[in-house]
């Protein structure tokens, strides 16, 4: 179990360009969440995986925004159209079932947008 | 709307001291409440969970209650160590969402 991995690590992209990051949940963790964090912010909920099913999904999140995870292991993010109020570090978290209450976060994707 | 408030100023406390944070909330009710440490750079972990009807939860060297008279979780680490200097967030969950709300988290140093 080499815990929740994420790449990129490091993204820089311009300013209209879409992204997309990944991110590997624990093996056999059902539940997966994304987050958005800005400097000397907490994480800010985008949304929430169940196996594929996405069951929550932030209002905040623009339709810029899509999340999949196809065959309920691993998860991917995308962002069209970038702006520069994306510059984020992106975090994705899972959790075994039975344990909602207990998230374990990878690393995170740093994206700057110029 | 809902608002979780912890210290935006940092906390410094001298090696062995115990550090006491503090998250407040309001316009909200939530099922559990926990803390997690967060390093620069990277991801949140996971310390301690509490829930509603618990008023205090003990694990090694960390001690939190929560009091949801007034709204309050304190966070409480006992006979402090450099290696204790992080940032400690709180997270709030409520039942029927499974979103949780992060506050800003509070930056802790302990001083040698």
Redesign the interface.
Known sequence: DTGVSQDPRHKITKRGQNVTFRCDPISEHNRLYWYRQTLGQGPEFLTYFQNEAQLEKSRLLSDRFSAERPKGSFSTLEIQRTEQGDSAMYLCASSPEGMTDTQYFGPGTRLTVL | SQK?EQNSEALNIQEGKTATLTCNYTNYSPA?L?WYRQDP??????LL?IRENEKEKRKERLKVTFDTTLKQSLFHITASQPADSATY?C?L?ASG?????????TRLKVLA
């Open positions: 979780i559990y926990q750079g990277r991801g949140p972990v996971f969970l967030l997270a969950g969402t499974y979103k949780y709300i992060f506050g800003t988290g």
